[in-house]
């Protein structure tokens, strides 16, 4: 089910599975139709037009019924092209293995000779094939059939190579299976999928091959007819009576571009890294669909966050990966935003400007307003002049962001001709300025420069000046620093804070460091399981954490100079957000946990100098312990 959930997902295989259906139906339910005997020759019928009386598709130059000749030819066409792939990806997936697993000279000897093969073009190996066999279609089905086997047997031996040296086949082998076993038992079940996909995407071309043979007279011979045979024998007619081989061609096309379309969805559908739901192609912004009206806004700023909710949709479970967040970022502030892997952090930036994947995600409620103006399901058009202009993004992995291909420069000009048009002198002269306000020494000579030969932290600072070549008024920034040594680290978060304060740039840093937060950020907000848990001035909370998680993350900092301080850690692991539990999502872990902490959904209570989402928040004495 899971497979043709997948499948479906992929409309262009969906509609060749459907019409590969239809196909297979008609071509199986043929000898039960009433169809005129497609061997009966009719010379004083010969030629005659489609949608005629007694011939839907017309008759052929001896006057034999088409639609009954096509019939029966796709079926025979469809039979003898499944039954090559399949003789050739038993055989070559056999070959395979038996290289790819035992290794060594057995494999040397056995893929020179795939090699041979292959060295020869397929279509002359598959004539002499047939001229030493002779004519048939049996024949022809064989040459078609060990043309395709040295494809199967090299695909197949690649990964046999990489499975034959994994832990699970060495204590097969220690346990005492033998190689025959083992074979059966360990790599087939692992390579299975790898041939199913070879065959699904070579299918269609041994009908082609095999029609190929049959219009060159070696495949099928009279009166017998498949696809191929009867364009052979309406070639002739071509100019005079082109219904005669259009009805064949068009039939070979259809099922070729059918089961093409097929084959790349069950590519699609086996490859593991695509069933998380990446099968369709995702939208230009994140997919709205409000089940709550926005809540009003209760702080001020540049950008503002009300009530915001992101969901994930995976199959049949549903992750809140935001639960409801409120925060605001003013003008020349940084923002921190500090949790465990998973607490919604990223996601609660991506969902600002929509970036967040649909599918799966879903912004469901909420607000965000940059200036008054509300972002969450605003026209693309408008989300794509704001993106790089007013809100910048500074990805956690500059190696990604950047293309490989582009010189830095180039990709600099080209953050900024897409919001306004800039000749290629000014481009360039605005990007080695940017690259100078990052401070990258000789900025002029590394503007030509490729990413890969820049160090890790003049990438980082590469994303930076990207981020700023236009101007913008707030900055997110992704844990720019997790990759970076601690020296590069310190010179970035140096460049983020003399920015904001030369540009009066609104921050919103994401961090799993408190040293990070504590050096750079005003405020700070701590996220657990899509919820801030508590948020307010970064010194109150660094001196005095009140919710019991943001104790126990800074408990979890090692100190320098602190003597033999137990080093704490955090019991437990953090809830799956398709099942939160009832109250409290961190009680389970909580080491002040009490009855009323598992009753119902809390607030995040405004105390004097923040707000924590806590009944029995840690004292000062608590804090001090």
């Not at 590519?267 to 998380?276: G, I, Q, T, V």
């Not at 605001?328 to 996601?347: D, F, H, N, R, Y």
């Not at 310190?490 to 919103?508: K, N």
Request: proline share 6%; net charge neutral; with cysteine.
């Amino acid at each position: 089910m899971i497979f043709l959930s997948l499948l479906a997902r992929n409309r262009l295989a969906l509609a060749g599975l459907i019409v590969m259906s239809i196909v297979i139906l008609m071509a199986a339910i043929t000898p039960l139709l009433p169809l005129a005997d497609p061997y009966i020759t009719n010379t004083s019928n010969r030629f005659v037009l489609p949608f005629s009386d007694g011939a839907i598709l017309g008759t052929d130059h001896l006057g034999r019924d088409l639609l009954s000749r096509l019939m029966w030819g796709t079926q025979l066409s469809l039979a003898v092209g499944f039954a090559a792939a399949t003789v050739a990806a038993t055989i070559g997936a056999a070959v395979g293995i038996i290289a790819g697993y035992y290794g060594g000279r057995t494999d040397n000897i056995i893929m020179r000779g795939v090699d041979m093969l292959m060295a020869f073009p397929y279509i002359l190996l598959a004539l002499a094939i047939v001229a030493a066999l002779g004519t048939g279609l049996i024949n022809a089905l064989i040459a078609v059939a060990a043309v395709n086997i040295p494809f199967f047997a090299r695909n197949i031996r690649g990964i046999t190579v990489g499975i034959a040296n994994k832990e699970f086949v060495d204590a097969a082998r220690l346990s005492g299976m033998s190689d025959a076993r083992i074979i059966l038992t360990e790599i087939l079940p692992n390579v299975l999928p790898v041939i199913v996909i070879a065959m699904s995407t070579t299918v269609g071309w041994m009908i082609l091959e095999t029609a190929g043979l049959s219009f060159l007279g070696l495949g099928s011979q009279p009166p017998v007819a498949d696809l191929g045979s009867m364009l052979g024998e309406a070639r002739a007619a071509l100019i005079t009576n082109p219904h005669t081989s259009i009805v064949p061609g068009a039939m070979i096309l259809v099922i070729v571009m059918a089961i093409n379309l097929l084959g790349d969805g069950v590519r699609d559908a086996l490859d593991p890294r695509l069933k998380s739901g990446a099968l369709n192609r995702p939208l230009p912004a994140t997919q709205v669909a409000h089940d709550r009206a926005p809540a009003p806004a209760k702080e001020e700023g540049i950008l503002v966050l009300s009530d915001l909710h992101t969901l994930f949709h995976v199959k049949d479970r549903i992750f809140r990966a935001v639960g409801g967040v409120s925060l605001a970022v003013a003008p020349g502030e940084c923002l921190g935003i500090i949790g465990e892997s998973g607490s919604g952090k990223s996601v609660t930036a991506l969902s600002i400007m929509g970036l967040v994947a649909s599918p799966p995600g879903v912004i469901t409620g909420g607000s965000a307003r940059l200036e008054g103006e509300d972002l969450i399901g605003a026209p693309y058009a408008r989300l794509r002049t704001l993106r790089g202009r007013k809100v910048a993004y500074i990805f956690q992995d500059p190696q990604a962001t950047l293309h490989p291909l582009y010189r830095i420069g180039e990709q600099l000009a080209e953050a900024i001709s897409a919001h306004r048009a800039i000749g290629r002198e000014e481009g360039r002269r605005r990007a080695i300025e940017l690259l100078d306000a990052v401070r990258i020494p000789n900025a002029g000579a590394r503007i030509d420069d490729y990413p890969h030969e820049m160090s890790g932290g003049m990438r980082q600072r590469v994303g930076i000046a990207m981020a700023l070549a236009n101007d913008p008024e707030v900055i997110i920034a992704d844990e720019p620093t997790t990759a970076l040594d601690v020296t590069v680290q310190a010179q970035i978060l140096a460049l983020l804070a003399d920015l904001s304060r030369e540009r009066g740039l609104a921050i919103i840093f994401i961090t799993h460091d408190f040293g990070v937060v504590g050096q750079l950020c005003d405020r700070v907000a701590v996220m657990y399981a899509g919820r801030i848990v508590e948020q307010g001035p970064t010194r109150a909370i660094l001196d005095t954490p009140q919710h019991p998680y943001t104790a126990r993350l800074m408990a979890c900092v090692p100190e320098l100079g602190g003597g033999r301080r137990r080093l704490e850690a955090i019991p437990g692991l953090p809830p799956a957000v398709d099942d939160l539990p009832p109250g409290c999502a961190f009680a389970d872990r909580c080491d002040r946990v009490q009855s009323d902490c598992r009753l119902g959904a809390l607030p995040l209570r405004p105390t004097a100098d923040r707000a924590v989402r806590c009944l029995h928040p840690v004292g000062q004495t608590d804090a001090a312990q």
